[in-house]
């Protein structure tokens, strides 16, 4: 509600759908203007019916969208379907956790996670929705964030997601 974001969407992550918060969060979300609600590890169609009957549910308007975060193994296979979804506006891979779920290293590169990412590339495609690269963790890194935002970029992602402003050149 305090605005000064200009022209610029504003995307709101809440609680995820089995927590006591979701619904309450999702309100306050809608209530306050946010363009888009950001779900945490959808890891089905269901789950992204379910958010976005949720989003129905607070009144929000027809242009609230989901943006839905690919976080877990099911995420990612089930990646289509939840791109395809009402209102998912963005599938947003959470590569933290996602690397986490697949007991996968974090390493330079992402040799574990490409497939994953690959995958919900293709699925945002197919669906016509966006797809965003999870964070870089690094904040002391910036040559690694270059490489990543340029590897991202290079597979298809549309945008980056960041955690810390001073991140936004590189990602730009």
Known sequence: ESGGYGARRVAVRVNGLGTEWFPDDVRAVVEAGAADVVVPKVGSAAEAHAAAHAVDAAGAAPHV???AMIETPAGVLDAAAIAASPRVRALVVGTNDLASELRAARVPGRAPL?????ACVMAARAAGVDVLDGVFNDTGD???????CRQAAAMG????????????????
């Open 65 to 67: 969208a989901i943006w």
């Open 114 to 118: 490409l497939h994953a990412l690959g």
């Open 142 to 148: 910036p040559e690694g964030l270059a490489c990543e």
């Open 157 to 172: 992602f549309d945008g980056k997601t960041l955690i810390h402003p001073g991140q936004i050149a590189a990602a730009n």
